[in-house]
T-cell receptor, first 113, second 112 residues
């Protein structure tokens, strides 16, 4: 199994541009989440999904959209990039049923100029 | 705001010594987890302790949980240079154990 994969690994955007960060998992996990990690800080939850067609906001959702049309994929869209969105973005998945362990992708390092 | 606060922010020890990291949190939890992050990589799950447990072991890892003090500690025994990483605690809410809130992490450096 590839686990959780994220693309791209690095991205530079200009202010105002939009883009989609891709996340896919092949473990048939019901739960998926997006986090951002700023320098010297822990992870903050952006959006999460408990299954296909179901999404909800996390701690810092503004400026981001998500959708979950399949179990495998959970893309994160930046609508109009701002320098404050410069960060490392991590996608994670988790099996339903009370185990609570999350599996993380390798991250996407995004710079907005 | 961050649910968890970790202490110390940075820890430097010699190979073979034990490393202890602490985590405090604010609200009632379902579970508490510890993750490791090597530089430039994603997080890797280490160990989970549920709110009704007080201590758990996994290899060289020992985790304790004191729900009355809202605190946890991670002990790594006989540390190795390969243990050099950032360590994060994450708490699962009482109402939704799947939704995690992460602390700011402890940077552990193990010197050979």
């Amino acid at each position: 199994n590839a686990g959780v994969t994220q693309t791209p690994k690095f991205q530079v955007l200009k202010t105002g541009q939009s883009m989609t960060l891709q996340c896919a998992q092949d473990m048939n996990h019901e739960y998926m989440s997006w986090y951002r990690q700023d320098p010297g800080m822990g992870l903050r939850l952006i959006h999460y999904s408990v299954g296909a067609g179901i999404t909800d906001q996390g701690e810092v959702p503004n400026g981001y959209n998500v959708s979950r049309s399949t179990t495998e994929d959970f893309p994160l869209r930046l609508l109009s990039a701002a320098p404050s969105q410069t960060s490392v973005y991590f996608c994670a998945s988790q099996r339903a049923g009370g185990t609570y362990e999350q599996y993380f992708g390798p991250g996407t390092r995004l710079t907005v100029t | 705001s961050q649910q968890g606060e970790e202490d110390p922010q940075a820890l430097s020890i010699q190979e073979g010594e034990n490393a202890t990291m602490n985590c405090s949190y604010k609200t009632s939890i379902n579970n508490l987890q510890w993750y490791r992050q090597n530089s430039g990589r994603g997080l890797v799950h280490l160990i989970l302790i549920r709110s009704n447990e007080r201590e758990k072991h996994s290899g060289r890892l020992r985790v304790t949980l004191d729900t009355s003090k809202k605190s946890s500690s991670l002990l790594i025994t006989a540390s190795r240079a390969a243990d050099t990483a950032s360590y994060f605690c994450a708490t699962g809410l009482e109402t939704s154990g799947s939704r995690l809130t992460f602390g700011e992490g402890t940077q552990l450096t193990v010197n050979p």
